[in-house]
C-alpha cells in the first residue's frame, strides 16, 4: 500500500500539485493577470463556449443515435455501430488529420473549417462521440418497453411517452455522458491542434505557453482547467447519488 | 414516417463525421498506389518512431499492468483511511488535458526543478528522454487497467482466496492459482485499452518528449510534424498505419467483450 501511494503521489498528485503551485507562485493577482491576458481570457472563454455546445449537440444527437441502434432494425447497423467507438481508438492527432481531409483546405465537400471555430466543434463532436451513445445504449436496452405500450395504449402521442417515460429513465445515463464529454472537450489537444490554427484553444494556449517558457502562464490556465474540470466530475457525482437517493 | 427520420439523421451524422473522413483518409493514403506507402514506411526517421512508440508504449502497459492490478486489489481488498480519495486519484487523468499532464511532468521532473535536477545531478534523465514519455503514457492511460479489474475482484469475493489460504497456499500462490485466473478477462481488456492509449498518446508525449527527430519523437509526432512540413504522404501513411493498428485492436476488444461476463 505503501508502494501504491509513493507510485501515485510520484505519477500524479506532487505533479499536478506543482502545476497549481506554479500557477499561484506569483500571488494570486499575478495569477488572474495571467488568465485574464487577451489570449490566454480567449483562449478560456472559446474553449467553454465549444465544450458547451459539443455537449449539447452530443446530448442530443448522442442519444438519438443510442435509439436508433436500439430500437431500430435495418441492414448495416453492426457497422454504425462499430463506428462509434472509432473516435477512442484512434490517436487524437490522427482524428485531427482525418477531419482535415475533409473538411480542411481544398475540401471534396466544399466545406472548408480548417482554422475556424466551426472546425474546432467538429473535432470536439468527433472525439467525444462516444460518451453519450456508449452510456445511454445499455439503459436503453434494458428499459422495459412494456411502459411505453401502456402509455400509447392510454392514448399517449409518441413525442408524450419519449416526454413522460423514456426521458426520465434515461437522465442520468444521459448526464453523465454529457458531462463527460464536455470533460473531454474542455481538455482536448491532438484532434484541435491541426484543426485550429491560431485559434486561441485553451490546450493549444498551454502548449505554446510552455514551449515559449512561460511555465506560470501556462500553469495558471492549466489550473482553470483542472478547476473547470473538476468541478464537472464533482458536481455530477452529487447529481448522482442525488438521483439514487430520489428514485 | 419519423422513424426513418431518427433513422436517417443517426445514420447521416456518423456517416458525415466518422465515416466518410475516415474513408477519405484511406483514399488519399492509397490513391498513388503503394510505391510512395512503402517509401514513407520505409523512411529512417519514420522507421525509428515506430520504433519509439513501440518502446515507450511497452514499458507503460507493463507498468500499468503490474501497478493496475495492485491498486485494484488495494481498493477492493482492504479497508484503510483516504481509500475513496484513491479512487478518485486514480480517475482524475481522464479529466486532465494530454498537455497540462506534460506541464505538470516538466514542473516536477524538469532540469530546473528540485526532483528532477537531483535525478540529473545523478544522471538520470528524465524529461526530453524515455523515461519521461513512458510517465508521460502512464499518467494517461493510468485508470484503463484499475477500471476493468477492480469490479470483476469485487464481483467474485475473497471465499475462494481464503480457501486457498486455508490450504496452506501463501500469498504468491493464493495469487497466481485462484485471483489471476478470474480477472484474466477483463485484465486483458485492460490490457488492449491501455495499449490502444499508449500507442496514440500525442498531447502529453509532445511536451515531454521535445521532439527530438531521431531520438524522441514518436509515430503520432511524426504525423504533426510531416503534415506541419507539407509531406502529406508520409503524414497519410503513419496516419493509416495507426489507424489499422487501431481498428485491429477494435476488433480484439469486441472479441474480447462477451467472454468478461463467463
Known sequence: ?247 | MHKYALRFIGVGYLTLLVGVPVALIFWRTFEHGLAPVWESLTDSSVLHAFRVTAIVAFWAVLLNTVFGVGVAILLVRHRFRGRRLLGVLIDLPIAVSPVVVGLALILVYGKFAPLGGWLNDHGIKIIYAYPGMVLATMFVSLPLVVREVAPVLEEIGIEQEQAAWTLGANRVQTFRRVTLPAIRWALTYGVVLTMARSLGEYGAVAVVSGRLIDKTQTATLVVDERFQNFDQSTAYTVSVTLAIVAIMILILINVLRPKEHT
Open chain 1, 1 to 247: 500500500m505503501g508502494i501504491a501511494t509513493l507510485w501515485l503521489s510520484l505519477l500524479v498528485l506532487i505533479p499536478l500539485g506543482a502545476v497549481v503551485w506554479r500557477g499561484q507562485r506569483d500571488g494570486v493577482p499575478s495569477f488572474w493577470d495571467a488568465i485574464t491576458t487577451p489570449q490566454a481570457a480567449a483562449a478560456i472563454r472559446l474553449t467553454v463556449v465549444c465544450a458547451v455546445l459539443v455537449a449539447v449537440v452530443n446530448a442530443v444527437l448522442g442519444t438519438l443515435i443510442a435509439w436508433v441502434l436500439v430500437r431500430d432494425q435495418f441492414r448495416g447497423k453492426w457497422l454504425l455501430d462499430a463506428l462509434i467507438d472509432l473516435p477512442f481508438a484512434l490517436p487524437t492527432i490522427v482524428a485531427g488529420l482525418v477531419l482535415l481531409t475533409l473538411y480542411g483546405a481544398h475540401s471534396p465537400v466544399g466545406l472548408e473549417l480548417a482554422y475556424t471555430r466551426a472546425g474546432v466543434v467538429v473535432a470536439l463532436l468527433f472525439v467525444t462521440l462516444p460518451f453519450v451513445v456508449r452510456s445511454v445504449q445499455p439503459v436503453l436496452l434494458e428499459l422495459d418497453v412494456e411502459m411505453e405500450h401502456a402509455a400509447a395504449s392510454l392514448g399517449a402521442g409518441n413525442f408524450t411517452i419519449f416526454r413522460r417515460i423514456v426521458f426520465p429513465n434515461l437522465l442520468p445515463a444521459i448526464s453523465a455522458g454529457t458531462a463527460l464529454s464536455f470533460a473531454r472537450a474542455i481538455s482536448e489537444f491532438g484532434a484541435t491542434v491541426l484543426i485550429a490554427g491560431n485559434l486561441p484553444v485553451a490546450s493549444v494556449h498551454i502548449y505554446t505557453q510552455i514551449e515559449t517558457d512561460n511555465t506560470v502562464g501556462a500553469a495558471a490556465v492549466a489550473t482553470v482547467l483542472l478547476l473547470i474540470a473538476l468541478s464537472v466530475l464533482v458536481s455530477l457525482e452529487v447529481l448522482q447519488r442525488w438521483a439514487a437517493r430520489h428514485a
